[in-house]
């Protein structure tokens, strides 16, 4: 939630894609990709790969590398999906399940899981059991070759 309060204030605001930002210390790029992303007509909204590419979203994805623990603790492996997960749900709550299993960060990006190990974390067992959630949700294939640095 970028400012922390609800933007609308009535389904008739939701219909028109009608709202205001509260805060001044909103950022002009932030502001700038929400009035893109929240149009009435959803052939007029910014497009994903757009979306991507906007300068507030790569600067959070800069300052999020910038400050990326390196060393043993907070490596970071990619396990890169054979096709889209086609129940990302799914695969979510599983990867929620082994989050909190494991005491890593696992996050769906694209085709590939981003597991950012923690320091006290057995990374054999906790490799095997994520490559058998892929495994399960048929997003690996046995023979795929897994786990590398991103």
């Known amino acids: 939630m970028l400012e922390g309060v609800y933007p609308f204030n009535s389904e008739e605001q939701i219909k028109q894609a009608s709202f205001k930002f509260h805060q001044a210390s909103t950022g002009r790029e932030a502001r700038e990709l929400i009035r893109a992303l929240i149009q009435v007509r959803p052939e007029d909204r910014l497009g994903l790969d757009d979306c991507l590419k906007n300068s507030w979203v790569t600067m959070d994805m800069r300052l999020t590398s910038a400050l990326r623990p390196s060393g043993p603790e907070g490596d970071v492996e990619c396990f ?12 979510r709550r ?8 494991f005491k890593v960060s696992a996050h769906l990006k694209k085709r590939q899981v981003e597991v950012t190990w923690s320091k006290n974390v057995d990374r054999q ?3 095997s059991a994520l490559l058998q959630i892929l495994y ?3 997003m690996l294939m046995l023979s795929a070759k897994r786990g590398v640095l991103c």
């Open 80 to 91: 890169h999906l054979d096709r889209e997960p086609s129940n990302v749900t799914e695969l």
């Open 94 to 101: 599983e990867l929620q399940k082994f989050m909190t299993t």
């Open 125 to 127: 067992v906790a490799r």
């Open 136 to 138: 399960s949700t048929q």
